[in-house]
Nanobody, 123 residues
């Protein structure tokens, strides 16, 4: 019912930038609520990085001021794209980044995940 596909990860040096994209497709975008980015580093729990809901953004303290989340709507109302612009990357940002979609209305109570995209920050 909802397809979530991430892209844009890679290897970058400390201080560099990356842009992650999350493509969301579904029968009706009115059933989609918050869309967020999570990350999970080896040996650590998955944590929320940034989320956008009805234009309102939220960031974890560790990325505030360095990451920017934004959401675009396709004209046909069945697709959306969420981007995560990451600047001044640090080695501790290294993790597998996942896009998460929260369902509302007809999809209330359900959530959908992408397969993840790896971000590695290293010199």
């Amino acid at each position: 019912q909802v397809q979530v596909v991430e892209s844009g990860g890679g290897l970058v040096q400390p201080g560099g930038s990356l842009r992650l994209s999350c493509a969301v497709s579904t029968g009706r975008m009115s059933n989609i609520g918050a869309i967020g980015w999570y990350r999970q580093a080896p040996g650590k729990e998955r944590e929320l990085v940034a989320r956008i809901t009805d234009g309102i953004t939220r960031y974890s303290d560790s990325v505030l001021g360095r990451f920017t989340i934004s959401r675009d709507f396709a004209e046909d109302g069945a697709k959306s794209a969420v981007s995560l612009e990451m600047r001044n990357l640090k080695p501790e940002d290294t993790a597998l980044y996942y896009c998460n979609v929260q369902g509302i209305n007809y999809l209330r109570g359900r959530e959908f995940w992408g397969q993840g995209t790896q971000v590695t920050v290293s010199s």
